[in-house]
């Protein structure tokens, strides 16, 4: 007859641990506590990303405003026909002169250098007792016809050399001279007598033009 002896003991047994109610509550605690933290700091983001909106809403609004505003304000202008007509005239112009520029450089005219020089000339040799009433520059070789007065017929003579000391009339004769008495002028109120004068007529021309115009 067999006889099995138990050697389990009840107190050797593994226990198992089990959790207080007050740990499980403080632990609940903490995540609620965790939970609330997070959810406040989610507020406060929402908060300032919902102002940084409003602010750019306002913003855009107001930039619409002034652009409408500009528009009333400043409306396109339509292209005048008029103006139009005129800066394509002007433009014209200029090309005409610009062109009459370039002719005048090439000296296509022989006279590349226009005649203002000639008046110049002759505003700079006066004379006194002697004053001009005419004085034409016309032609390729600038052909100078020259109208005036006198108190003395001397006078004349030393104008003349005054004007052949100009550079601009080197190369440049008179070839004709004529003086006459001025007609009488009527007297003046109160019985003065005018003074007289003489009338004279000059003209002069380049070399070329003289040996052109020779018989």
Do not use: H
């Not at 002896?5 to 903490?30: E, H």
């Amino acid at each position: 007859m067999s006889q099995q002896i138990n050697l389990f003991n009840p107190i050797f047994r593994k226990q198992k641990k089990y959790f207080s109610s007050v740990t499980m509550l403080q632990g609940l605690a903490i995540i609620c506590v965790a939970c609330a933290l997070l959810a406040a700091d989610a507020a406060r983001r929402v908060r300032g990303l919902q102002i940084q909106a409003a602010a750019s809403a306002t913003l855009l609004a107001e930039t619409e405003r002034r652009r409408e505003l500009a528009k009333v304000q400043f409306p396109p202008r339509k292209r005048d026909p008029v103006i139009g007509a005129q800066i394509a005239e002007a433009t014209a112009r200029l090309a005409a002169l610009q062109g009459a520029s370039a002719v005048l450089r090439r000296g296509d005219f022989g006279n590349a250098n226009g005649f203002s020089e000639y008046f110049r000339a002759f505003a700079r040799r006066t004379v006194s007792g002697l004053w001009l009433t005419e004085l034409t520059v016309s032609g390729a070789n600038a052909q100078i016809g020259v109208k005036g007065n006198t108190l003395r017929a001397e006078l004349v003579p030393a104008f003349m050399a005054e004007l052949a000391r100009e550079p601009v009339m080197k190369g440049k004769s008179f070839s004709a001279l004529n003086i006459a008495q001025a007609p009488e002028a009527a007297p003046a109120e109160g019985g003065a007598t005018p003074r007289r004068y003489l009338s004279f007529k000059l003209d002069a021309y380049g070399a070329g033009a003289r040996t052109a115009g020779a018989p």
